[in-house]
């Protein structure tokens, strides 16, 4: 099964919404909230209409009063509601009985090569970091934050694999099903022991292919002709000198596949799968000592395109 753009969709708009929530909890992102809230200074009731306790507009503008429990309650509730609308009606969940689909790993005779099934992996590392990231701006503590994150984002995706299984152009992947798993215990790893998110991260790049470069497809999140996925080992983690040379530099190994998103064949000659090794800059310890800012560590998840020096070869 090809991994589905609303993975990724979900994913950003869990991103906008954990960003939302650290801005209004420092008093950015609502104007209206800061130094005596100068609306209310000039208006007893600033918003004709909408002045009830009770109204949606003002249940939205008080979330980041709400107890947690509520909040963790509320998006979970969106998230499954947008899960069922949107596979009923776009993805032909229900319209059939529960069927498995057998897609391989990683062979050249596979849909996408395999980076199908990293995108899984990637998805799910990315989407528990994102719930921890909430969770503890929710006020958890941070193991509790990182068990409950990696519960929820396994329990995501495996009610859309759950879905699938119930859909005719489907089918429940037990492959996608490895990976989601594969992706969430990274993720447990990397917040839960220092040792592992001082020496690796895991990244996703992704560089417009010639087919959107060109206008001939739009569908971004799935370009996996423009999309590379790699673990990033870092140096001064494993060396522990402290050199500054050594904290900027990492090795970086790699996998991504060309020309099996149909169109692209002729792009790139055929279909061909590449593993790589590489010397890279960390982009996040170059932006931090440089500004002073590591751009909350997005640069931990996406590896930025021409930072690395790399050797490939073809997988047979």
Known sequence: MEIKSYYRLLLVASMCLAMKTRLTAQGIADPCERSGSALSESSEKPYPGLEEDGSLFNSLRSFNDWPREKKVFALNAATVGTIAIVGVTRWHYGSHAFRTANEGWFDSDTPYGGADKLGHVFTCYALTSVYNQLYKDWGYAEHDAILMGA???????????????????????????????????????????????????????????????????????????????????????????????????????????????????????????????????????????????????IFDYYQVPYTYLPARWECD
């Open 151 to 297: 519960t929820n984002s396994w329990l995501t995706m495996t009610l859309i694999e759950i879905g699938d299984g119930f859909s005719v152009s489907e089918g429940f992947s037990w492959q996608d099903e490895v990976m989601n798993t594969l992706g969430v215990s990274m993720a447990y790893l990397h917040h839960r022991v220092p040792a592992v998110r001082e020496r690796v991260d895991f990244r996703w790049e992704w560089f417009p292919s010639p087919s959107v470069r060109a206008g001939e497809r739009f569908d971004v999140l799935t370009d996996y002709s423009g999309q590379k996925f790699l673990l990033a080992f870092k140096l001064d983690g494993w060396l522990r000198t402290g050199n500054p040379l050594l904290k900027a530099t990492e090795v970086q190994v790699g996998y991504y596949t060309r020309g099996y998103v149909s169109g692209d064949e002729r792009h790139f000659n055929g279909q061909h799968r590449y593993g790589y090794v590489g010397i890279g800059l960390n982009v996040t310890y170059l932006l931090e000592r440089h500004t002073g800012h590591r751009a909350r560590g």
